[in-house]
């Protein structure tokens, strides 16, 4: 059975940083597409960026490209999301997703595209 679990989130002031992360049992996560997605107050999920098994490939969201960084560490069975000089319209509740696919599929930032989801942790930015 897989789950994830994301923790990590909170309230943040506009221009500070975050790392959220995504622990998982019952799969591999370094041989999955993992994706970040987030929900804004009274808006649809939005994927935020993606990640191809073994890092064969990644994707960005134009809006936290830049500021936000997807990574995973094989030991720990985690993946991380890092947020830098975050602003208020980066509030939301964040989900970490996985899915498993071939390994040379580019990851997509879309939900249909993934299988297996975490419950979100809230992230607030503001002063």
């Known amino acids: 059975q897989v789950q994830l679990v994301e923790s990590g989130g909170g309230l943040v002031q506009p221009g500070g940083s975050l790392t959220l992360s995504c622990v998982a049992s019952?799969?591999?996560?370094?041989?999955?597409?993992i994706g970040w997605f987030r929900q804004g107050p009274g808006k649809e999920r939005e994927g935020v960026s993606c990640r191809g098994p073994k890092g064969g490939s990644s994707r960005t969201e134009d809006s936290v490209k830049g500021r936000f960084i997807i990574t995973v560490d094989n030991i720990e069975n985690k993946v991380y999301l890092q947020m830098h000089r975050l602003t208020p319209e980066d509030t939301g509740v964040y989900y970490c997703?996985?899915?498993?696919?071939?390994?040379?599929?580019?990851?997509?930032?879309?939900?249909?595209?993934?299988?297996?989801w975490g419950h979100g942790t809230q992230v607030t930015v503001s002063s």
């Open positions: 019952g799969v591999a996560l370094d041989d999955y597409t």
């Open positions: 997703a996985a899915e498993s696919t071939a390994i040379f599929r580019p990851c997509l930032l879309e939900d249909y595209d993934y299988s297996f």
